[in-house]
């Protein structure tokens, strides 16, 4: 891409997942002639004029496709320029609508797995919005075992695999690696019994040994390592605190960042809180998923979904109040 096309800003497009009872995608091969032509993607096209993109949305679904009164969630915003010219996606998820779905552009259309989808060659940028499909709204993270009680930690540690989180990181700044392992090794099990997955902030190494769902790293250890040879599945998220380390991270090839903080918190008191036009104006649209966090809890779902955030990510925020 020259200089004049990336200096063009970016055109608005509103995406649409819809996913049946079945939990298949839909999705759409590009027509010949068209930009893309051949590559399979989401429905949807570019915004008319200022329409507010629901609105754009809603035409776009019921002129390519035929469907009407969709209702879902927007997942993500994000722009990139990995096409022939800069775009800027308002992906929504569809999971109600009326009418069934045709190609009335003479698209082919069909409805696939999450599996299937492999099969397909999607649109660059797609793995982003199957990040953001993906990825849950609350991501733990534990406070230190070795700053704690352990009884009372492990206490803790088990309501909080019961409470629906999904997705956590073991954080335990105050141990070293081989300590680490041996508590990742303990916990990790006992998760995945509970069908939550468990992030590592230490090496690959130790992420397989212990066999964790991926890493959670700061960009500098992403940009002295680059991203790690993850197997399928598998995450890579990244701590960034400014505009240009979430560059950093989507470039680097990230799966989902953590942006903070939005507020004052107790475990980095010294950290200047960004608030939440702060926390949205670093966040932009970076081309990956972004938890917010920082002195949040559940009570700010609602708030970070509006800034563009996938959610919350809290260490005291989501742990469970001690019983002793
Ligand atoms: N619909 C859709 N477009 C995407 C996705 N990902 C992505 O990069 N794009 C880009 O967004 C743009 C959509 O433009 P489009 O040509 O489909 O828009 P449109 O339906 O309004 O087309 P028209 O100009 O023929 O009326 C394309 O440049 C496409 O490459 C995706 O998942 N779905």
């Avoid at 390519?64 to 990139?80: K, L, M, P, S």
């Avoid at 800027?88 to 409805?111: F, K, Y």
């Avoid at 998923?289 to 979904?305: K, W």
Wanted: hydrophobic share 45%.
């Amino acid at each position: 891409m020259d200089s004049a096309q990336s200096a063009k800003p970016p055109i608005d497009i509103a995406v649409g997942i819809l996913v049946d009872a079945r939990h298949r995608l839909l999705i759409a091969q590009r027509r010949p002639g068209t930009p893309g032509a051949g590559f399979w993607e989401f429905p949807g096209g570019k915004r008319e004029g200022d329409e507010p993109m629901a609105d754009c949305l809603a035409r776009e679904l019921a002129e390519e496709i035929g469907v009407r009164d969709c209702q879902g969630e927007t997942i993500i915003r994000f722009a990139h320029a990995k096409g022939e010219r800069p775009v800027r996606l308002h992906v929504s998820r569809i999971d109600a609508w009326q009418g069934e779905p045709e190609g009335l552009e003479g698209q082919e259309l069909t409805w696939v797995s999450r599996e299937e989808l492999r099969d397909y060659t999607l649109l660059p940028a797609t793995d982003v919005i199957l990040n953001a499909l993906d990825l849950p709204d609350r991501y733990a993270i534990t406070p230190a075992r070795s700053a704690a009680e352990p009884d009372a930690w492990q206490a803790q540690f088990d309501v909080l695999l019961g409470s629906g989180i999904t997705l956590l990181r073991l954080r335990d700044q105050g141990i070293d690696d081989a300590a680490y392992q041996a508590l990742a090794s303990e916990v990790i099990p006992a998760a995945h019994a509970q069908g939550v997955r468990v992030l590592v902030d230490r090496s690959f190494e130790l992420c397989r040994a212990v066999g964790a769902d991926g890493l959670h790293w700061s960009v500098a250890r992403l940009l002295q390592k680059g991203r790690p040879n993850l197997g399928p599945g598998q995450l890579l998220a990244v701590s960034a605190h400014t505009d240009r380390d979430l560059a950093m991270a989507a470039d680097r090839g990230a799966d989902f960042a953590v942006l903070s903080p939005v507020a004052a918190t107790a475990t980095h008191p010294g950290a200047v809180p960004l608030g939440w036009d702060g926390w949205a104006a670093a966040r932009g649209d970076h081309a990956l998923p972004v938890y917010a966090l920082g002195g949040l809890g559940s009570d700010d779902l609602d708030v970070a979904a509006r800034h563009n955030a996938q959610g919350v990510a809290a260490i005291r925020g989501f742990w469970p109040a001690s019983r002793v």
